[in-house]
């Protein structure tokens, strides 16, 4: 793991307290970055960001309309009730020195023309893959991959829903193999928060100085 990355980690609350100089230096800025989170409707962005926000989410959430029924296919998320129709929106901030702004893509299709506005200014992208549903995950992979932002890819595992390695996954989206792939559960706070961090560190290995 990234030096920067590990540093990050166990400086994040409940871990054992061991101040470096730039945590207590505080002449310096906070550094703010800008996360995006993508991936297929119902594949978890909504859910991640909730679990590391430190602020309320926000969100557009609207029930489901019948006029919507035909367009957002609910056959492998039956209990979900509601649509994100713009975004999520959250902060978490990581030793008062790097603070993580996330901004979840609206999955579906009609909302595109808004993704080159998203991603101006983003250090990078998580692309969310759930296994029963690779597929839904290309129009992100695709995205990125043109438009040179750099993305991890987090697979957010599911109960009862078959279990792969990162090293399976990978092949079946031909990830390149610079892309770190994950596994990972997107309720789960320190799991999300470690993607994150994956992602940043990814971007600064990535991303010329
Ligand atoms: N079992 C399980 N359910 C999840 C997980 N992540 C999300 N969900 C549920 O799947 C549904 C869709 O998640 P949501 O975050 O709204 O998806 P989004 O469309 O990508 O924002 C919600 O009912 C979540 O509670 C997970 O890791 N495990
Ligand atoms: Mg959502």
């Known amino acids: 793991m990234d030096s920067a990355v590990s540093d990050l980690l166990a400086g994040l609350p409940g871990e054992e307290e061991q101040l470096q ?50 367009t957002d296919d609910l056959t492998a998320t039956p209990d979900k009730t509601t649509t994100t129709v713009a975004m999520d929106y959250g902060r978490l901030t990581l030793d008062d020195d790097l603070v993580l702004y996330l901004f979840g893509t609206p999955g579906q299709q009609r909302f595109w023309f808004m993704w080159d506005d998203l991603v101006r200014g983003a250090i990078g992208a998580v692309v969310l893959a759930d296994t029963r ?33 990162a090293a399976d996954v990978r092949e079946a989206l031909t990830v390149p193999p610079h892309v770190p792939v994950l596994i ?21 290995d990535v991303t010329p100085e």
């Open 21 to 70: 100089a730039w945590q207590t230096d505080t002449t310096r800025a906070p550094v703010a970055t800008k996360i995006v989170v993508a991936g297929g409707f119902g594949v978890g962005k909504t859910t991640l960001v909730t679990a590391v926000s430190e602020i309320e989410p926000l969100q557009t959430e609207a029930l489901m309309t019948r006029a919507s029924e035909g």
């Open 184 to 204: 990972m559960d997107a309720r789960r706070r320190i799991s999300a928060i470690e993607t994150l961090l994956a992602l940043v560190g990814h971007a600064l």
């Open 133 to 165: 549903r690779l597929p839904d995950c290309f129009p992100a992979l695709d995205y990125f991959e043109s438009c040179g932002l750099p993305y991890i890819v987090a697979v957010n595992q599911f109960d009862g829903s078959e279990e792969y390695e």
